[in-house]
């Protein structure tokens, strides 16, 4: 689809704003892995609370994950983030101050309620408000966003490590929460979200702005009064509750590659390998780096590609990659001159998941649930994704101490096989496809035939 000049600087804009809470969640999971290096000491932390800090913000992110989806279906995806964006601004703050375990606990905890839901609102909002020609690129704006806060992390940390200044490691979140929450003033809300409502002129203006119709943003979706009760009576249908459990096996496939171990702890593994403190904090650029260039690749090819068939190549690449680091952490027990080449590794498994494996998902589930359960769909399937992360944040490190470090990344490769699979089974591919034609092509796969009803 060729848009005119006006309306592709107007979807541009649109998702580059909505953008910047990918940007703060990838800065808010990315920073801790060197401020924890400057916060355990402080505070004489246990390897316990180590954990706990670390994944709290996860707990934080599943509950706002869950009810994000719900928010945004009552009050609009752009107020939703709006309000987000608050919550980012008061967490940051919250947690740059903080004077105990307590506390830094309960303020990660609160800032990840705006993570959780903005891993799920922002591209909800970007999925309605941009044509299917130009969607894959422009959702997936958000993927490289989450990265490239992770790297903005990474480089903080790494400016202030000679300081150890973990306060304003952890408080400089709140200046893009700012602008994210400012940006969002200036939108309008998505045309499925106002046609849900009945307003149709503003749903029609918003769409033609878009360049697009109306009818492009919507199926068979009606206006209700009450749009959470219909949507879990909707899920009686066959079809509805199938395409909502293909979004939630994509959400825990995404964190069951182990991608998120590498992203908090690789600093860590890097100490135990033999590299410095201080020097550990900076290979996480490295990862950051990768990260960063592997997504604009895949933002550049997945409308190419394919999203179903890109995220397969990811996860074989997993697969290959997270045996080869496995193999490699055997042989570097004891011999830190192969510590370089661990990080390598670990650089190209984090490769394949950025450019493939975490961009295609997260688009994915932004396509493949229908609008009659979107709000309450996208809810669960961010709530699996990031129930699925605390599991991993919270247990990675206790399983390297049971297994090994091999016996953990061997363990993330056999999940990466599964996950393989079931992509292979269930999941259909979306490219260029109207949000209306995906939810007919999982209609007609997997709706209870009418024959069975006599």
């Keep these: 689809m060729t848009l005119a000049s006006s309306h592709r600087r107007y979807v541009r804009t649109v998702a580059s704003i909505a953008a910047l809470g990918g940007l703060l969640f990838g800065y808010d999971t990315g920073v801790m892995s060197g401020a924890l290096l400057y916060i355990t000491p402080e505070f004489h932390m246990t390897p316990t609370q180590e954990g706990r800090v670390t994944a709290m913000l996860l707990v934080g992110a599943a509950l706002g994950a869950v009810t994000g989806g719900r928010v945004a279906g009552a009050l609009g995806r752009r107020l939703t983030l ?7 601004i008061l967490g940051s703050l919250w947690c740059a101050f903080s004077g105990s375990v307590l506390m830094l606990t309960c303020a990660r905890t609160f800032l990840g309620v705006a993570v959780g839901a903005v891993s799920i609102v922002a591209p909800m909002y970007i999925a309605e408000m941009v044509p299917a020609g130009v969607r894959g690129r422009l959702v997936s704006l958000n993927s490289l966003m989450i990265v490239v806060g992770q790297l903005l992390a990474y480089f903080v940390n790494s400016v202030l490590a000679s300081s150890g200044n973990w306060h304003l490691m952890l408080g400089m979140a709140a200046v893009p929460g700012l602008l994210l929450g400012v940006g969002m003033i200036f939108l309008p809300d998505t045309p499925y979200w106002y046609a849900q409502r009945d307003r149709t002129e503003e749903a029609e203006r918003v769409a033609a702005r878009s360049g697009t119709s109306l009818k492009d943003f919507l ?75 592997a997504c604009w690749v895949g933002l550049r090819i997945v409308d190419k590609v394919g999203r179903r068939r890109l995220l397969s190549i990811g996860l074989t690449g997993n697969i290959v990659s997270l045996v080869l680091v496995a193999i490699t952490f055997r042989i570097a027990e004891g011999n830190s001159s192969l510590a370089y080449l661990c990080l390598a590794l670990m650089a190209l498994f984090v490769a394949f998941q950025q450019a493939a494996v975490s961009l295609s998902t997260w688009l994915l589930i932004s396509e493949i649930v229908p609008v009659q359960v979107r709000s309450l769909g996208m809810g669960v399937a961010g709530l699996m994704l990031w129930v699925a992360n605390w599991f991993v944040a919270q247990f990675f490190l206790p399983m390297v101490d049971l297994f090994s470090a091999t016996g953990a990344f061997a363990v993330f490769a056999v999940l990466g096989a599964l996950s393989l699979l079931f992509v292979r089974v269930f999941v259909p591919e979306t490219t260029g496809r109207s949000l209306e034609e995906v939810s007919e092509g999982l209609r007609a796969r997997f709706a209870r035939p009418a024959a069975s009803a006599s």
């Design 219 to 293: 199926d068979d979706a009606e206006p209700s009064s009450g749009p959470r009760r219909a949507e879990w009576a909707a899920l009686k249908e066959r079809w509805l509750l199938i395409a909502v459990l293909i979004a939630v096996g994509l959400g825990i496939t995404q964190q069951v590659s182990g991608v998120n171990a590498v992203i908090y702890f690789a600093p860590t593994m890097m100490n135990q390998v033999g590299i410095s403190t201080e020097n550990s904090v900076y290979t996480s650029i490295v990862i950051g780096l990768v990260s960063v260039v």
């Design 82 to 88: 709006i309000l987000a964006a608050a919550v980012f």
